[in-house]
């Protein structure tokens, strides 16, 4: 049974940054196509980053290009979000999630909260 957990959130100013850890076991990540998604307060979840299986392809939300980048360490079996220039409207709960491809992610962790203040 695969299991992912989150870490790495906080609060942060505007224009700063964090990286957002997401740490598998049972599996390796690579087995699967990865991503990130999260949920800001009264909103449904949405997509923010994801790489298919083997990281053949990498996909962003347009919202975040450029200034997200998620990443994959098959000796740590952790799957990162670099996350840079945050905005207050990145302020979420991020959540880790896996699947057999990019858009049928069907597994996630329990979420870990970034909150960005102006």
């Known amino acids: 049974q695969v299991q992912l957990v989150e870490s790495g959130g906080g609060l942060v100013q505007a224009g700063g940054s964090l990286r957002l850890s997401c740490a598998v076991s049972g599996r390796a990540f690579s087995d699967y196509a990865m991503g990130w998604f999260r949920q800001a307060p009264g909103k449904e979840r949405e997509f923010v980053a994801a790489f298919s299986w083997r990281g053949v392809s990498t996909y962003y939300a347009d919202s975040v290009r450029g200034r997200f980048t998620i990443s994959g360490d098959n000796a740590k079996n952790t799957v990162y979000l670099q996350m840079n220039d945050l905005k207050p409207e990145d302020t979420a709960v991020y959540y880790c999630?896996?699947?057999?491809?990019?858009?049928?992610?069907?597994?996630w962790g329990q979420g870990t909260l970034v909150t960005v203040s102006s």
């Open positions: 999630g896996a699947g057999s491809t990019t858009v049928s992610l069907d597994i």
